[in-house]
């Protein structure tokens, strides 16, 4: 049984630029969400995907958006980047929702 | 007020100690109640979840007061590789969302 895995693990971009980070989710795992995590703080909900729609949302701009396909892997794309975009970009993946959420290792964004 | 609360540390025990940890949240309806563990640059891993009666894994207790929304976490004989984040974690009602609070940093000395 594959994990969640995420790619790229690292990435670099500039100011303003766009950037999309991929989340294959846990087989069987039928939920996936994306949390930001910035240095010394937990991570902080983005948004959630049930079945390819997404079903919840936390305080970010629209400018994060995301998509789940129907293999239940899912994309988070985020536009205009910004300095404090800075942050540990994590994705977890869920059978149940609510219960056996798995993290993959998350990919570290830098905007400079 | 945050939505959950946690003594942000750090903590540093020696070898051997019992450390306890809490956590409070705000929204009374919540669902269920989680710990996970932090390594540093790591993604967070699931330890234990909480429940009402209490639950045990080891050297780790975890409780759940509703009444109070209080969640607590004890690690007995602490070893040199429980050094981590803990993480307390709630979930729901609103956004099904798992709420993290800032995590409370563990370093164990020998």
């Known amino acids: 049984e594959t994990g969640v895995t995420q790619s790229p693990t690292h990435l670099i971009k500039t100011r303003g630029q766009q950037v999309t980070l991929r989340c294959s989710s846990q087989?069987?795992?039928?939920?996936v969400s994306w949390y930001q995590q910035a240095l010394g703080q937990g991570p902080q909900f983005i948004f959630q995907?049930?079945?390819?729609?997404?079903?919840g949302r936390g305080n970010f701009p629209p400018r994060f958006s995301g998509l789940q396909f129907p293999n239940y892997s899912s994309e988070l794309n985020v536009n205009a980047l910004e300095l404090d975009d800075s942050a540990l970009y994590l994705c977890?993946?869920?059978?149940?929702?609510?219960?056996?959420?798995?993290f993959g290792s998350g990919t570290r964004l830098t905007v400079v | 007020r945050k939505e959950v609360e946690q003594d942000p540390g750090p903590f540093n025990v020696p070898e051997g100690a019992t450390v306890a940890f809490n956590c409070t949240y705000s929204?009374?309806?919540?669902?269920?109640f989680f710990w996970y563990r932090q390594d540093c640059r790591k993604e967070p891993k699931l330890l234990m979840s909480?429940?009402?009666s209490g639950n045990e894994d080891g050297r780790f207790t975890a409780q759940l007061n509703r009444a109070s929304q209080y969640i607590s976490l004890l690690i007995r004989d602490s070893k040199l590789s429980d050094s981590a984040t803990y993480l307390c974690?709630?979930?729901?009602?609103?956004?099904?969302?798992?709420?993290f609070g800032t995590g409370t940093r563990l370093t164990i000395i020998p």
């Open positions: 929204n009374s309806a919540s669902q269920s």
């Open positions: 909480v429940y009402s």
């Open positions: 974690v709630v979930f729901g009602p609103a956004n099904e969302k798992l709420t």
């Open positions: 977890a993946s869920s059978q149940i929702q609510g219960y056996g959420y798995t």
């Open positions: 995907y049930y079945r390819e729609e997404e079903n």
């Open positions: 087989s069987g795992h039928n939920t």
